[in-house]
């Protein structure tokens, strides 16, 4: 399969970017399961940026700023913000049906925790299925971008040429054992984030890290994986598998109690439930692990009930299948994996450290989120980079400036591998991979337990290897390796923070070291050469809060 773009990954920066770029190339858009399995699909609150007259940017920019703790790149912050507004009017225009005051026709706007406005479309509590619904089907209107599902990329073809590493697509599998080369011009990861590393997560299943995994196999610089954020309120049932409760609820005036119903976020913050992410949640953890209760409440019956059904129609009724009335009772929550703030480092274009490799979305580090991303930055940060990169693109081709055009690829090495008879070898280490992290991993931190789970994972991570090269290649494998590697990175960049900031809260090193103020970038040498980790330093010395 030859191509000009190679889109990894069918959610909002995926498909915003195909559009674009179909204006002047053909597009495959690769998928690993259906079209709609993306973290898109799930978002609930939707997309933040200055579209009321009495908001203002630098009021945004400064909440992002606060909220990243101090790692954000100010540059690329106020680049977001300020594209903001005509991305979301993009979206407008390709179908998305953003809900409107039913008197003024204005968009009707969300608040959630660290933002100083109410500044968020949404599409009640279903605005990513409304993103995915509207960007699907102008996809599969175009003649020009081909959408193949269940194809799952297991790496990329990275080639060196006069001393750089240069990317000239992936391998793909199509069914387990057939394994074949996709080129392209120019390969964009958009596979969204890792969630699956943890136990407990708000993410789908296909939330497996691939992207990030993939390029820093590739010989790509990761940067920041240390910050994974934990949405506070996942509903806390036996029978709810990932179901978040979208801190727009806390936005509406819902509070968080205690079992006993003791409202106690005031006692962390100032701002009570709509205090940044990293704080709710770990007040969360604090209150659970004082009380010994496996979760606390979120209680938004002293609204009206006709408002609540409305405003929450999915919630509401996700809730009611377990027998919750949220017009009534309080929601049993408890914090959950829910986004990774760190990911493949990327420039104000989109382009990672490979020519020809470019990552969008959750996969990419852009600088936006610092050490913590803002409430619904994330779908803006996805649109307004795969315009970014689209532009990019659309420049290097009129500029003359595409890399080599022949691609005569090997084919994929089936070496002496066999059929795997046994799925427990993938089930066990999928479950070990994820207690490890919830455990040793998770919102408070300590050095012991992290280096108790970079040995644990080493180890684990040898095993995963070992057979990814004695069997055929099937999804499940795929996905396991790259969550080996993707947890590896998030405990070596733990272990290397020597202090406390946004998600990373680590008990050995309990204060933020202002006078240090650094990203961390792990880079692998190319295939065949050991996994290394090193730290560099980027440091910011204007405007940071
Ligand atoms: C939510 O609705 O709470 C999730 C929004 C986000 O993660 O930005």
Redo the contacts with the bound molecule.
């Keep these: 399969m030859e191509s000009d773009y190679l889109v990894v990954g069918s959610g909002i920066a995926g498909l915003s970017f195909a559009l674009r770029v179909a204006q002047h190339g053909t597009v495959i858009v690769v998928t690993k399961k259906k079209d709609l399995d993306t973290a898109t699909n799930l978002?609930?609150?939707?997309i933040a940026a200055v579209l009321d007259s009495g908001d203002s940017f630098d009021s945004h920019i400064d909440d992002t700023l606060v909220s990243g703790d101090g790692l954000c790149d100010p540059a690329i912050v106020e680049m977001v913000i300020k594209n903001g507004k005509s991305r979301v009017t993009d979206l407008i225009n390709y179908g998305v049906g953003f809900v409107r005051d039913e008197r003024t026709g204005k968009l009707s706007l969300g608040r959630?925790g660290g933002h100083g406005h109410r500044r968020v479309a949404h599409a009640y509590?279903l605005t990513g299925r409304e993103i995915e619904r509207a960007l699907l089907a102008q996809v599969k209107d175009n003649p020009n971008i081909i959408l193949l599902e269940d194809h799952v990329v297991v790496d990329l073809l990275v080639r060196d040429s006069n001393g750089a590493r240069i990317c000239v697509g992936a391998y793909v599998m199509l069914e387990e054992d057939k394994v074949v080369p996709f080129t392209a011009q120019v390969t964009v990861l958009c596979t969204g984030g890792a969630g699956k590393v943890y136990l407990y997560t708000t993410n789908p299943d296909i939330a497996t890290g691939d992207g990030v995994a993939m390029a820093s196999r590739a010989g790509a610089s990761v940067t920041n994986m240390e910050f994974v954020q934990f949405?506070p309120?996942c509903l806390f049932h036996p029978l709810a598998k990932n179901f978040?409760i979208?801190?727009?609820v806390r936005g509406e005036g819902a509070i968080l109690v205690t079992a006993e119903g003791q409202r106690f976020m005031e006692k962390y913050d100032s701002r009570k439930e709509l205090a940044t992410r990293d704080k709710v949640a770990r007040s969360i953890d604090q209150i659970m692990k004082e009380s010994g209760n496996d979760c606390v409440y979120l209680d938004i019956s002293h609204k009206d009930s006709r408002f609540i059904q409305k405003r929450f129609p999915a919630i509401y009724g996700k809730c009611l299948e377990y027998g919750i009335d949220i017009t009534k009772d309080p929601i049993p929550v408890v914090p959950a994996a829910?986004?990774l703030c760190g990911g493949v480092l990327v420039d104000t274009w989109g382009n990672t450290t490979i020519a020809g490799l470019m990552a969008l979305g959750e996969t990419s580090c852009t600088g936006l989120h610092g050490a913590n991303?803002l409430?619904?930055?994330?779908?803006l940060e996805a649109v307004v980079f795969a315009e970014k990169a689209a532009e990019y693109c659309q420049q290097s081709r009129a500029g003359g400036l595409s890399q080599e055009n022949v691609f005569d690829v090997d084919s994929w090495h089936y070496g002496e591998a066999n059929r795997l008879e046994e799925a427990v070898l993938i089930s066990h280490n999928w479950d070990l991979i994820r207690r490890v992290m919830w455990n040793y991993v998770g919102i408070v931190r300590t050095v012991k337990r992290l280096k108790l789970a970079k040995t644990r994972l080493t180890d684990i991570s040898e095993e995963i290897e070992e057979h990814y090269r004695a069997y055929y290649v099937s999804d499940h494998m795929v996905e396991l390796r790259n969550i080996s590697h993707v947890s590896l990175m998030i405990v070596e960049c733990a272990l290397m923070r020597k202090e406390s900031r946004g998600l990373h809260y680590c008990l050995d090193y309990r204060k933020r070291k202002d006078g240090d103020r650094y990203w961390q970038t792990l880079r692998r040498l190319p295939n065949g050469s050991p996994w290394q980790f090193h730290g560099e330093k980027l440091r910011f010395e204007n405007n940071i809060k």
């Design positions: 978002a609930q609150g939707g959630e509590d949405h309120t978040l979208s801190e727009a829910h986004y991303r409430a619904s930055n994330s779908l």
